[in-house]
Nanobody
Framework: VQLQASGGGLVQAGDSLRLSCAAS????????LGWFRQAPGKERAFVAF???????????EYADSVKGRFTISRDNAKNTMYLQMNSLEPEDTAIYHC????????????????WGQGTLVTVSS
């Protein structure tokens, strides 16, 4: 499976963007997925996580910095994961990557493989 993030762009503070992470070469159905971001000069940081769809639905987790502003979701039928980003702030400026959880903690980038090429989000003040 290969993942490709898209949907980034240049926006103003307070605006919204929706990022997509499309899979090819296989299905995302059996993967828990995550969004990470990397700002210039900083390490890759956890943004959001979504589990596989179980009998009780999905569970999600967010970094404190994006709680209440970002929403992660998935559409297995479309083989795509999304990140709805509202009330964007200049501090959200980064390259956003999606990845599939392999093993370990959901908030550590080392737990993920199948990294997709990122998409740049730039938020101006």
């Amino acid at each position: 499976v290969q993942l490709q993030a898209s949907g980034g762009g240049l926006v103003q503070a307070g605006d919204s963007l929706r990022l997509s992470c499309a899979a090819s070469g296989g299905t995302i159905r059996n993967y828990a997925l995550g969004w990470f971001r990397q700002a210039p000069g900083k390490e890759r940081a956890f943004v959001a996580f979504i589990s596989t769809i179980g009998w009780s639905g999905v569970w999600t987790e967010y970094a404190d910095s994006v709680k209440g502003r970002f929403t992660i979701s998935r559409d297995n039928a479309k083989n795509t994961m999304y990140l709805q980003m509202n009330s964007l702030e200049p501090e959200d400026t980064a390259i956003y990557h999606c990845a599939a959880l392999q093993d370990g903690s959901y908030h550590s980038p080392h737990s993920y493989n199948l990294w997709g090429q990122g998409t740049l989000v730039t938020v101006s003040s």
